[in-house]
């Protein structure tokens, strides 16, 4: 029998070498700085060897601030052992190819978030080159999300970058180049930037989709660096729903969720939850040793679920 995969984010620190400014300060202020390399270590090695007694597969979502900035990666990677991971790096791409040398083969999907105000294009090319060589043994998953904003300026340099990455890698199966449409208020919502009439109509377009701009226009009096220009509101539901990936609100109150068996959320102070809706408290602390691993069900508190990293857990009807 395989054994059960349980998808687990842990959040390390929030250490960057950049600083957008559509990111929150909280994901990249370097206040909450990485712990001492031999406690991650010995802590990995004891989520890794609990779950794996209970006949379960952790499989790793690392993301930051910068995941590729943490000392002690190289460690904590080595403790998962030779077995098929699942493993994703959530990264800006702008580690030295020296740093994917040691560490490309612990990882399943690497998604690159290319930010047109930092980002080195033959640089992330590079490192896409290297990722997706015909001499990897395991196929690599590349997800190449080019972030762009409503303003002008940014957008062009945004849509220039993906166009170019878009044409380079076209017909290259692992590869997935994207514009990634950003929020006014993350990690708070899934309310988009106002962005305008032909930047939505090029989102769509690259999307295979008509763009039906009457849908999300808004009527009030908005006005942007000094122009008034049509611009949209909407959220992230709308598009899903627009899409067909959703036929639901995403309440599950009252649902029996199996967040805790199916996911596992760890913050940088070793607390382990369920999800990042927190619901059902804690499941203990990894640097204690006290961690429950093998909770039950919980009934969902919340009329929302709002996390897409909470949504994979499984949800029935109570």
């Known amino acids: 029998m395989q054994d059960k995969i349980v998808y687990i984010q842990w959040l390390y620190g929030n250490v960057c070498n950049y600083s957008c400014s559509y990111c929150p300060t909280l994901l990249h202020s370097g206040k909450v700085r990485y712990n001492n390399a031999q406690q991650m270590e ?19 979502a690392f993301v930051g601030g910068e995941p590729t900035l943490n000392p002690a990666m190289l460690p904590m990677l080595k403790k998962l052992g030779n ?57 690599i998953n590349v997800d190449v999300a080019v972030h762009v904003t409503h303003n002008d300026d940014h957008w062009r340099k945004g849509v220039i970058a993906y166009e170019r990455l878009s044409k380079q890698y076209f017909d290259i199966e692992p590869v997935w180049v994207y514009l990634k449409l950003l929020y006014s208020n993350f990690t708070k919502g899934t309310q988009y930037l106002p962005y305008k009439t032909y930047q939505l109509d090029y989102w769509h377009k690259s999307k295979g989709m008509k763009f ?6 808004y009527t009030g009096n908005l006005k942007y660096d000094g122009v008034s220009r049509a611009r949209h509101d909407f959220n992230r539901e709308h598009i899903e729903k627009k899409q067909g990936n959703i036929k639901t609100d995403f309440n599950y109150h009252n649902f029996r969720c199996y967040a805790g068996e ?38 969902c508190t919340k009329n929302y679920c709002r996390n897409g990293f909470d949504r994979q857990a499984r949800k029935f009807k109570h």
């Not at 990995?44 to 790793?60: G, H, I, K, N, T």
């Not at 039906?212 to 226009?217: F, G, L, P, V």
């Not at 369920?274 to 039950?296: E, Q």
Request: overall charge negative.
């Open 212 to 217: 039906n701009h009457t849908e999300t226009m």
């Open 42 to 60: 010995t802590n990995m090695q004891y989520v890794v060897s609990s779950l794996r007694m209970l006949d379960r597969e952790p499989a790793f």
């Open 83 to 139: 077995r098929r991971l699942r493993n994703r790096l959530v990264t800006n791409g702008s580690a030295p190819i020296s740093w994917w040398e040691e560490h490309y083969q612990y990882f399943h999907t690497v998604e690159i978030s290319y930010h047109p105000d930092y980002a080195d294009i033959d640089h992330i090319m590079e490192v896409i080159d290297y990722l997706t060589h015909e001499d990897r043994g395991d196929k």
């Open 262 to 299: 199916d996911t596992l959320v760890i913050d940088n102070k070793g607390e382990v939850w369920r999800g990042w809706c927190k619901v059902g408290g804690s499941l203990g602390n990894v640097n204690k040793r006290n961690v429950n691993w093998d909770p039950s069900y919980i009934l």
